[in-house]
């Protein structure tokens, strides 16, 4: 998922009033350029930690959830052509996941035993949407500047998913998602304490989109493990849920009234390796989620919190 989720604090700086102190804080001031690399050959491997919370109240009912996820993900880039496009295969290593569902429901996946059963038929095609992440091996074609132009091999993934379940594999969700981390850098030279601001969509499959807007602030260079690491943090300003027209889904969003009421990411950055080395964060997200299914309104609250961290493997 965007992946992964978004960015927060802050870092005062000082005035100098003295000759010295201005000498001490002139390499604070420093620009850098943070920009995305995808060298021919370079292979990454991530692991990805993600925790769900979610407590959705629907006429006054609430429905809780939660969902533990761990990730072992690997890029292969190929080799640029002459045209600069630079093919990137993605894969799946492992994956587990539990969750806990409404009505005591219990959904259980281990992709080193991909084939288990769901406990509850009902649940079955969710392991049949996450046997096909698993097999699944789309390849990202990006131009020369980096942009994702095409996202290779996810339709057929899904060929045997439910219609309502193929969202994680649209491949122009997939596309776009790709595009806004790319954009998600400041695109100019920073010093420290610059800021800048980004819109990002969520696809969350079905048509439901979650958009949200984000400050991002760099705050300069970190040493960690004995690299030296660009820190940037950030945070969620605001947040709405909506549904598309044309969703498979019977329901319509009527109100969409949510906002982040906790947001903090921080993210290090490998300048030169042009690549995140790191994020961890947490968003929470509470308010009005008003809905109508066939006609008839459907009030509803939303709590969700969301934590996830993703590192980047030696």
Not at 220 to 231: I, L, R, Y
Not at 242 to 262: F, H, R, W
């Amino acid at each position: 998922m965007l992946s992964h989720i978004v960015r927060g604090f802050r870092l005062g700086s000082l005035l100098s009033l003295s000759l010295l102190a201005a000498g001490w804080a002139a390499p604070a001031m420093a620009q850098v350029k943070l920009e995305h690399k995808f060298a021919d050959g370079v292979k990454t491997v991530t692991h990805t930690n993600m925790k769900i919370k979610q407590t959705l109240t629907l006429a006054g009912m609430g429905l809780d959830s939660e969902q533990d996820r761990f990730v072992i993900s690997t890029s292969q880039n190929g080799k640029r052509d002459a045209d600069g496009k630079i093919r990137i295969e993605q894969k799946t290593d492992k994956l587990t996941s539990t969750a806990k569902l409404p009505g005591g429901l219990n959904l259980t996946f281990d992709s080193d035993d991909p084939n288990k059963k769901a406990e509850n038929p009902a649940l079955e095609p969710f392991m049949q949407a996450m046997r096909a992440a698993v097999k699944s091996k789309p390849v990202f074609v990006r131009d020369q500047s980096g942009k994702v132009i095409a996202v290779e091999g996810l339709e057929k993934a899904a060929e045997e998913l439910p219609e309502e379940l193929r969202g994680d594999f649209n491949p122009e969700n997939a596309k776009k998602t790709a595009n806004q981390e790319l954009e998600n850098l400041p695109g100019k030279p920073v010093k420290a304490g610059d800021t800048w601001t980004r819109n990002v969509d969520l696809p969350l499959g079905s048509g439901q989109v979650m958009a949200m807007t984000v400050e991002y602030k760099y705050l300069g260079e970190v040493k960690e493990g004995g690299k030296t690491f660009d820190k940037i943090q950030a945070k969620t300003t605001t947040v709405s849920f909506s549904i598309a027209e044309n969703s498979a889904l019977p329901l319509k969003v009527t109100k969409s009234d949510l906002k982040p009421t906790e947001s903090a990411e921080t993210i290090l950055f490998d300048r030169a390796a042009g690549q995140v080395h790191s994020t961890k964060g947490k968003l929470r997200v509470q308010g009005d989620l008003n809905f109508t299914i066939n006609g008839q309104a459907l009030p509803g609250k939303l709590d969700l919190t969301i934590e996830s961290e993703a590192v980047r493997q030696p």
